[in-house]
T-cell receptor, first 113, second 114 residues
Framework: SQQGEEDPQALSIQEGENATMNCSYK?????LQWYRQNSGRGLVHLIL?????REKHSGRLRVTLDTSKKSSSLLITASRAADTASYFC?????????????FGQGTELSVKP | DGGITQSPKYLFRKEGQNVTLSCEQN?????MYWYRQDPGQGLRLIYY???????QKGDIAEGYSVSREKKESFPLTVTSAQKNPTAFYLC?????????????FGPGTRLTVL
């Protein structure tokens, strides 16, 4: 079952602009993670935010988590053409076994030079 | 050089044939996972394994089978019972624990049924 819903499905911006992607989920979570996928490749882990955290930074990435609204956002600042990829949120649901994650449908980001 | 590998990169199958996709990791991770990804879609879990000689069905296990005889290896067999097997298959591994369950992914295998 797909827990995460991502918004927008596709986003096109110019280099240097900021990109914001949103993720909503349905159940209580232990943590929420963001991954990046270049076309035809495997996913790469970007950042993990725990349920008791509200904001986290990693380089040009900023992630927020609002557990009351069951939503998260990923902000990429000063975007570059190399940021062009699909971005997925994934949730580790509370009570989950085996380290399973539930992935959203993804946001396809295109950064034009 | 630690990581997770998948082979082959591309695989073609005739209808009615079983095919096996390889997944190997040298990260010493206990857990391994198989996902299916269709064009423009997210990942759907096929099977996962937390420990050697044990595995569980995911959301779309019908038509697939797995084995976990070694910690490093988690091969996936796509059987003839899988009616629409053309897809991109991704294998992942992770540590299970309170430190977080970040998953490490292989490069994927693209399966096409002819």
């Amino acid at each position: 079952s797909q827990q995460g819903e991502e918004d927008p499905q596709a986003l096109s911006i110019q280099e240097g602009e900021n990109a914001t992607m949103n993720c909503s989920y349905k159940t209580s979570i232990n943590n929420l993670q963001w991954y990046r996928q270049n076309s035809g490749r495997g996913l790469v882990h970007l950042i993990l935010i725990r349920s008791n955290e509200r904001e986290k930074h990693s380089g040009r990435l900023r992630v927020t988590l609002d557990t009351s609204k069951k939503s998260s956002s990923l902000l990429i600042t000063a975007s570059r053409a190399a940021d062009t990829a699909s971005y997925f949120c994934a949730t580790d649901a509370r009570g989950n076994q085996g380290g399973k994650l539930i992935f959203g449908q993804g946001t396809e980001l295109s950064v034009k030079p | 050089d630690g990581g997770i590998t998948q082979s082959p990169k591309y695989l073609f199958r005739k209808e009615g044939q079983n095919v096996t996709l390889s997944c190997e990791q040298n990260l010493n991770h206990d857990a391994m996972y198989w996902y299916r990804q269709d064009p423009g879609q997210g990942l759907r879990l096929i099977y996962y394994s937390q420990i050697v000689n044990d595995f569980q069905k995911g959301d779309i296990a019908e038509g697939y089978s797995v084995s976990r005889e070694k910690k490093e290896s988690f091969p996936l067999t796509v059987t003839s019972a899988q009616k629409n097997p053309t897809a991109f298959y991704l294998c992942a591994s992770s540590i299970i624990g309170s430190g977080g369950n970040e998953q490490f992914f292989g490069p994927g295998t693209r399966l096409t049924v002819l």
